[in-house]
């Protein structure tokens, strides 16, 4: 009886095993047969996080630090302005925000002895009231002059123009000199991409556009390289040639070179 309980054991030991060894078989076959199907689609080489530079106050450019094809880290100076006029605006600010600080204290302390007299009835409630107008009037102008202080201060510190995250520059127009003003704002600028992030674009038809979503993953093939990437955009409307381009977004450091044709795995 013994004998039989342990045989029945193996047996039921041997057939779970046997049962965990084809699944195991199952998923390497199934995974196989994932990898096997799947499909490449040519695609582009391109940049990402295409941005423009440019300075949204108006002063002369004292220099230009960044150059077409250098990198820049996130902060990195790009150019700047001539700093003394924003200096000489702030300080003028400052000075004439102390100018009412013991104007308005002199003005406060009427205002708390008028209320004193009020409440003794020695002073009427018009002529009261002509003592607070003033002390808020002054206590106004104060609040004014330190908001035009603010408001300098970040112009300066717009007048340095830093990047927003680590870039190439590609292209740029801005040089020492220059004098930037209302009506050339917009002409004025340095041209920058990614230098953290690349793109992979290709050309759909309509039935390939249904397999893909934004955010979904898939495989980049540069120089037989295999990156991770996401789906950043689809085309809703076909272009000329009825095709519908798809931008995927993937972490890639090299400089990039637009147009080098490689490879989508999906």
Known sequence: MVINMKQKKNTVRYELI???SRLLLSGLLLSFCASSLAVELDAKLDWSGYQKYGFAV????????SDIGQ???KGGVLANLIATPFKYRTQKCQATVKKFEPLVFDA???FEQAEELFERTVLSEVELQKIDGRYKNLL?????AKADCLLEQWDMK????KASESI??????MVSGMVISDENKSAVYIESVSSQKASAVAALSYAQKK???IGQELIVLIDQQEISAKVKSIDMSPNKENKYQVRAEFNYTNMVEPGKLIKLKY
Do not use: A, D, P, W
Request: a negative charge; hydrophobic letters at 35%.
């Open 18 to 20: 046997m049962i965990k």
């Open 58 to 65: 108006n002063g002369v450019i004292e220099k230009v630090t």
């Open 71 to 73: 990198e820049v880290k």
């Open 108 to 110: 406060r302390l009427e």
């Open 140 to 144: 106004e102008q104060q609040n004014e």
């Open 158 to 161: 717009l007048s340095v123009l």
């Open 168 to 173: 190439y520059i590609i292209n740029t127009n």
């Open 211 to 213: 397999q893909f979503s």
